[in-house]
């Protein structure tokens, strides 16, 4: 069983950050729809809001987020009034409908706003929505770009958690992605973000890059640790170089193979826990004390584009190019181009060019991969009280996985259907048994590992 188990660490699966997965997004939702969307939003419910800032001052290679680098201020000067614009839509649209209780700012770097742009957008933000007394805000940080004014400017809009990108401490490691960045200079920003009483720290690490071995996985992990984040996250590299063009620069021969993969990331994982942190999901741990080690424990865990979460908001809104939103009735997407998305904000007008609207069959496959995502295990009981008659239809499904598969990555448990400890290392892969447009997509996608 573990070789036919191994066999699948190479296998190429979503990553499940929604479902359905973004490649089957179509131009039927378009500006109407999302209107219509916002319009129909309930009275008094919880919003969440993703910032999409799509620059950077330079490329790192192993990314492969929408974004792009420039040496110069005016390209950012113009989104961000682009930026303003759609802000000022939406919240008109969604007026007096709802309370932002969470805000992500992501990228491309956030960070290399100037600290008076910053200050400015989440003042504009505040006064373009409403904002609960403790909203929640989280800022990804390149260490690269910071300094005093920006610490203290994210101070100043009310960041509560700070996710700092290492990726990895190794100098060779880190010329090969074109991310230098130094332990040193890394701890002066989480010492910097603490001394302004940000309550939360969470460091990103990557397994899989080029040149890292074993030991110099697991030596970034050691030094990450002595930083005493209060999240982490080992995410597995994605070498998509047919999506992400840059990613040609790093060379296929550099990278570990899909059985070292999997062992660097057990040895990180066993590393972080020896620690006192607790696994959530598949790639995040928490101290015990911290909001998401403890939505894990009470099966309230989510699953979203930023990875596990602890929000519970029903209705994700995204602004700039390239963000996602989801609503009760699907998902949108707005243009990627910078350019375009400019165009289409202006006036009053909506960015949206591409999403999906949900149907019975796929709220009932995404509760289960989101439940298989987050707790490894869902309910039988649960999923027919859910969903009814569509819950038994996917039950018979689940039933027959878990009773006639010689591989046991689905086991029956009770009322439950449990991934065994073994298995759960290629969950994606579990995940992708319930995803009904998986087989027929044609879509490419990062190794499982």
Not at 2 to 15: D, F
Not at 152 to 161: C, F, P, V
Not at 238 to 249: G, I, L
């Amino acid at each position: 069983m573990q070789s036919e188990l191994a066999a699948r660490v190479g296998e190429n699966v979503p990553r499940y950050t929604s479902y359905p997965t973004a490649p089957h997004f179509h131009a039927g939702v378009n500006p109407a729809v999302y209107r219509g969307w916002l319009e129909a939003l309930k009275s008094g419910g919880e919003i969440s809001l993703y910032l999409h800032i799509p620059y950077c001052d330079r490329l790192c290679w192993f990314c492969a987020c929408h974004t792009k680098q420039t040496r110069h201020y005016e390209p950012v000067t113009a989104y961000l009034r682009s930026l303003h614009a759609e802000i000022a839509t939406v919240a008109g649209l969604v007026s007096g409908k709802g309370h932002v209780r969470a805000v992500h700012f992501g990228g491309g770097s956030p960070t290399m706003l100037k600290p008076e742009d910053m200050v400015a957008l989440g003042a504009f933000l505040r006064d373009s929505f409403d904002f609960v007394p403790d909203t929640k805000i989280s800022v990804e940080i390149d260490p690269n770009d910071m300094d005093e004014a920006r610490l203290d400017a994210l101070a100043e809009i009310g960041m509560t958690r700070a996710s700092l990108g290492v990726q990895d401490f190794e100098p060779k490691v880190q010329k090969a992605i074109n991310r230098e960045q130094s332990f040193l200079q890394t701890k002066a920003i989480v010492d910097g973000v603490r001394s302004r009483r940000v309550g939360s720290i969470n460091l990103d690490l990557l397994y899989g890059l080029p040149h890292q071995s074993r030991e110099s996985v697991c030596s970034t992990v050691a030094q990450a640790l002595t930083l005493e984040p209060d999240r982490m996250a080992l995410f597995g590299y994605a070498h998509v170089p047919w999506f992400k063009k840059h990613q040609t620069m790093i060379k296929e021969a550099w990278l570990p193979g899909p059985t070292e993969r999997l062992a660097q990331s057990q040895l990180a994982a066993r590393a972080i826990v020896d620690k006192g942190y607790e696994a959530i999901g598949l790639d995040h741990f928490a101290k015990p004390g911290d909001a998401l080690a403890i939505a894990a424990r009470a099966g309230a865990l989510h699953r979203n584009f930023q990875g596990y979460t602890e929000d519970r908001c029903e209705t994700l809104i995204g602004l700039g190019p390239s963000s996602i939103g989801r609503f009760r009735q699907g998902y949108v997407q707005n243009n990627i181009s910078t350019a375009e998305y400019g165009s289409m904000v202006a006036h009053g007008g909506l960015a949206v060019v591409r999403g999906i609207a949900l149907s019975d069959d796929d709220r009932v496959r995404g509760w289960i991969i989101e439940r298989l995502m987050c707790d490894f295990a869902f309910s039988a009981v649960d999923l027919v009280e859910r969903f009814g008659k569509a819950g038994q239809k996917l039950l018979l499904e689940s039933s027959t996985m878990a009773l006639h598969d010689p591989v046991r990555l689905l086991e029956l448990d009770g009322d439950r259907f449990v991934v065994p400890a073994e298995s759960r290392p290629f969950v994606r892969s579990i995940a992708a048994r319930f995803d009904k447009y998986f087989q027929s997509g044609r879509a490419r996608h990062s190794v499982a590992v």
